[in-house]
């Protein structure tokens, strides 16, 4: 990677205060996250980075912008994120295990902050009580290579609220094989392997929760509590008498106890097993307690934390109050102390940015610097009132563009890459400015900055997203979005890595198969599915797959194998299972590649007689492609922007086009499918659709009515429930050319 950092206007002042002494000041004229993002990635001043950084912002959205800003200025800066609960403790829904992970994984980091660490959080998430300091120190422990592990560690980890897994695929959770511990603390980013020689660590490893695979070896392994809420020895007693003392005092009914009173008493968390957190310890800590005393405090739009933090006290307050009935029913001032937005820290500095100047009792102690942004709707407004691509659009943007690259204000523009990428280098290059593209592994600030300076018609084109579009008068920068050009979309949320992972397995074990069902190993062959057995293994309750094999020959897979297994697709009867540690599958993969190659051959000449025919190449509206695109109401995915873009470079060349596009049910096929047919409608060539079943050709004509709705563009349909005479009147229509899609 290649970066070059850029010294702002900003660094300059605050060092210049933190040298005079100052220790409060009030930055007036931005709230914006992306300048502060900018800045405080571009910040390298040893005076500014000589104690930790905490940020505090509005809401959680300004969380994400703000990491999502310094990871597109340099992604070097790493930075760890305090989410609030998800929901209310008096709402009758339990927080995500993703947030307490989050949350427990932050308090670690903040502990053993060093100068120049970056923390973000809300004044919500602040003001949200946790377990002590203390306690929570005490049950931490660094490990590193030739240290020894502590004894029983089984034990040890499921005090701290780990639990065992035959796998470790989220955080939180451990497995012991031999001499090998897989566990997964959540102020680690991976899962770690420890190798140990008897007790001793040997090495340590980052390791993929998907394929289990080791990847890097890395110094030190952070283990924190694994959860804010564990049960205590000491505390055990007194705490099962103080939840019944809180059900005598609220009436609340012996049959809605006995479930968590049963858990309490044999000592296992439960949903909502969070919420007892008053009860649990003697005192509780905020999040603050938990940094050093000396930190530099950022905090972002202050009267808006303010707002967020009486909104949600009164929403708790208010649940509470209806909710007196329930079995969880924690005393709201026992988990809540709201945070206050002029906190400073006994030894370090505050430093606030707020639109306006915000009096205070000790105001003559605040020194105040001007740094001011503003919106960049003046552009975008007029980007998106005018069609993109039309003469009128070219115009009006050009000259809006070339205005303010003259005045020596630079522009950026991040987005990501693809046909949109592409689109505007066009467009760029229309309006007489030039688009400089910047690669992937490049944060060159200081270069691109001094480039623009040097020549006005440079516009630096980055294949990163910024948080938002923002000008930064005092640094003469302008950062725009893809938005600003092609409009904003709807994102459509796709699940990654373990939770991706479990849910593929979840439709194969219980969706796709049933006991009797053929299906084939990768290195076994074909087997009949038993249905699923818990064994256990090591003291561990696991579920595995019981497939069967010739001869009564069983093999037992872990689920979490269960993409080594595959619905054997062919109808045949039991009498072609293969035996386990037999060659009958061997033999059949050699048949197997024997046929494939074969076929291959007879690809290749048939690939090479296509190679030699030629046809005119698409001629594309590039300004009624745009306005279909528009109509999509997502945002696209990469792999569908990629098969999108291979579609339009086979249009643009001669020779016929000849490709396969494969996906997942919901991924957006159809969505790729109804490009390439309005690509070729626009070259004044006809569409043919054909579907499998007859079902599928009404929900096809369906979704291709309503997706080229507005547009002059006759779509009709085809199959056995279309009458005789209905049908010669398409083929008709087809003939004379008024049918554009069938």
């Known amino acids: 990677m290649k970066s070059e950092w850029a010294s702002t206007r900003l660094e300059s002042i605050l060092e210049r205060e933190f040298e005079i002494g100052s220790e409060k000041i009030l930055v007036r004229g931005?709230?914006?996250?992306?300048?502060?993002?900018?800045?405080?990635?571009?910040?390298?001043?040893?005076?500014?980075?000589?104690?930790?950084?905490?940020?505090?912002?509005?809401?959680?959205?300004?969380?994400?912008?703000?990491?999502?800003?310094?990871?597109?200025?340099?992604?070097?800066?790493?930075?760890?994120?305090?989410?609030?609960?998800?929901?209310?403790?008096?709402?009758?829904?339990?927080?995500?295990?993703?947030?307490?992970?989050?949350?427990?994984?932050?308090?670690?980091?903040?502990?053993?902050?060093?100068?120049?660490?970056?923390?973000?959080?809300?004044?919500?998430?602040?003001?949200?009580?946790?377990?002590p300091k203390k306690l929570f120190e005490s049950l931490s422990r660094l490990l590193k290579k030739d240290d020894e592990i502590p004894g029983d560690f089984n034990s040890w980890l499921e005090e701290r609220g780990y639990s065992a897994a035959p796998v470790v695929e989220d955080r939180g959770q451990y497995a012991l094989r031999g001499g090998i511990v897989d566990i997964w603390s959540p102020a680690e980013a991976k899962p770690i392997r420890i190798e140990l020689f008897g007790d001793q660590i040997e090495s340590l490893r980052t390791f993929s929760p998907n394929d289990q695979r080791s990847i890097d070896e890395v110094r030190e392994l952070l283990l924190v509590p694994a959860k804010e809420t564990l049960y205590l020895e000491d505390r055990y007693e007194k705490l099962v008498s103080a939840v019944r003392a809180d059900w005598d005092r609220r009436k609340v009914p012996a049959h809605e106890r006995e479930d968590i009173l049963r858990s309490l008493l044999q000592k296992q968390a439960f949903?909502?097993?969070?919420?007892?957190?008053?009860?649990?310890?003697?005192?509780?800590?905020?999040?603050?307690?938990?940094?050093?005393?000396?930190?530099?405090?950022?905090?972002?739009?202050?009267?808006?934390?303010?707002?967020?933090?009486?909104?949600?006290?009164?929403?708790w307050r208010s649940d509470e109050h209806a909710s007196t009935a329930s079995v969880l029913h924690p005393p709201l001032e026992k988990i809540w102390e709201s945070f206050n937005p002029t906190f400073r820290p006994t030894v370090g500095r505050s430093i606030t940015f707020s639109l306006i100047e915000t009096l205070q009792d000790d105001s003559s102690q605040v020194r105040v610097v001007p740094y001011r942004s503003a919106s960049t709707q003046d552009l975008t407004g007029l980007s998106l009132s005018l069609p993109f691509g039309s003469d009128q659009w070219f115009q009006a943007i050009g000259q809006k563009l070339r205005t303010i690259r003259d005045s020596g204000e630079r522009v950026f523009i991040g987005l990501r890459t693809g046909p949109p990428f592409e689109r505007l280098v066009l467009a760029l290059e229309r309006m007489n400015l030039t688009p400089v593209r910047v690669a992937n592994d490049e944060y060159l600030w200081a270069q691109w900055l001094s480039d623009q300076d040097n020549d006005p018609k440079i516009v630096h084109l980055v294949p990163r997203t910024f948080g938002e579009s923002v000008r930064i008068e005092e640094e003469r920068?302008?950062?725009?979005?893809?938005?600003?050009?092609?409009?904003?979309?709807?994102?459509?949320?796709?699940?990654?890595?373990?939770?991706?992972?479990?849910?593929?397995?979840?439709?194969?074990?219980?969706?796709?198969?049933?006991?009797?069902?053929?299906?084939?190993?990768v290195k076994h062959g074909v087997g009949q599915y038993e249905g699923l057995k818990l064994m256990p293994i090591g003291g561990?309750?696991?579920?595995?797959?019981?497939?069967?094999?010739?001869?009564?020959?069983?093999?037992?897979?872990?689920?979490?194998?269960?993409g080594q297994l595959q619905k054997y697709s062919s109808s045949a009867s039991t009498t072609i299972l293969d035996k386990l540690g037999g060659t009958s599958w061997e033999k059949t993969k050699s048949k197997v590649r024997s046929h494939l190659r074969d076929l291959?051959?007879?690809?290749?000449?048939?690939?090479?007689?296509?190679?030699?025919?030629?046809?005119?190449?698409?001629?594309?509206?590039?300004?009624?492609?745009?306005?279909?695109?528009?109509?999509?109401?997502?945002?696209?995915?990469?792999?569908?922007?990629?098969?999108?873009?291979?579609?339009?470079?086979?249009?643009?060349?001669?020779?016929?086009?000849?490709?396969?596009?494969?996906?997942?049910?919901?991924?957006?096929?159809t969505e790729v499918a109804m490009r390439a047919a309005f690509f070729a409608i626009q070259d004044r060539k006809q569409v043919a659709i054909l579907a499998p079943t007859t079902v599928l050709t009404f929900q096809h004509f369906e979704t291709f009515r309503k997706r080229f709705d507005g547009w002059p563009i006759r779509i009709q349909v085809l199959n056995r429930f279309v009458s005789t005479a209905d049908a010669k009147k398409v083929i008709a229509g087809l003939k004379d050319g008024s049918i554009d899609i069938v």
């Open 30 to 131: 931005t709230t914006s996250v992306a300048a502060l993002g900018f800045a405080l990635s571009q910040a390298q001043s040893k005076k500014i980075n000589d104690l930790p950084h905490l940020v505090v912002v509005p809401s959680q959205a300004d969380c994400n912008r703000l990491q999502q800003s310094l990871e597109a200025f340099d992604p070097l800066r790493q930075s760890f994120v305090l989410p609030a609960s998800d929901v209310s403790p008096y709402s009758g829904l339990y927080p995500s295990p993703q947030t307490i992970a989050d949350r427990v994984g932050f308090l670690g980091r903040a502990l053993r902050s060093r100068d120049g660490d970056l923390y973000i959080a809300t004044g919500v998430s602040l003001s949200q009580r946790t377990l």
């Open 271 to 315: 949903p909502g097993f969070e919420f007892l957190l008053p009860f649990l310890y003697d005192s509780t800590s905020s999040a603050l307690e938990y940094f050093p005393d000396g930190m530099n405090l950022w905090i972002l739009d202050p009267e808006s934390i303010d707002r967020e933090i009486d909104e949600t006290f009164e929403e």
């Open 477 to 521: 920068l302008l950062l725009l979005r893809e938005d600003d050009f092609f409009g904003k979309k709807e994102h459509r949320r796709r699940s990654s890595g373990a939770e991706d992972f479990q849910s593929q397995a979840k439709r194969l074990a219980f969706g796709d198969l049933k006991p009797g069902d053929l299906v084939v190993h």
């Open 540 to 562: 561990i309750e696991s579920e595995f797959i019981q497939v069967a094999y010739k001869d009564k020959d069983k093999l037992y897979l872990p689920v979490y194998r269960v």
């Open 600 to 669: 291959a051959s007879e690809l290749l000449e048939l690939y090479a007689k296509r190679a030699e025919a030629h046809r005119p190449s698409f001629h594309l509206n590039e300004q009624d492609i745009t306005q279909f695109e528009k109509g999509f109401p997502y945002e696209e995915t990469e792999d569908q922007l990629r098969a999108i873009d291979d579609i339009r470079k086979d249009l643009d060349s001669t020779k016929p086009m000849d490709r396969l596009i494969c996906g997942d049910v919901g991924f957006g096929k």
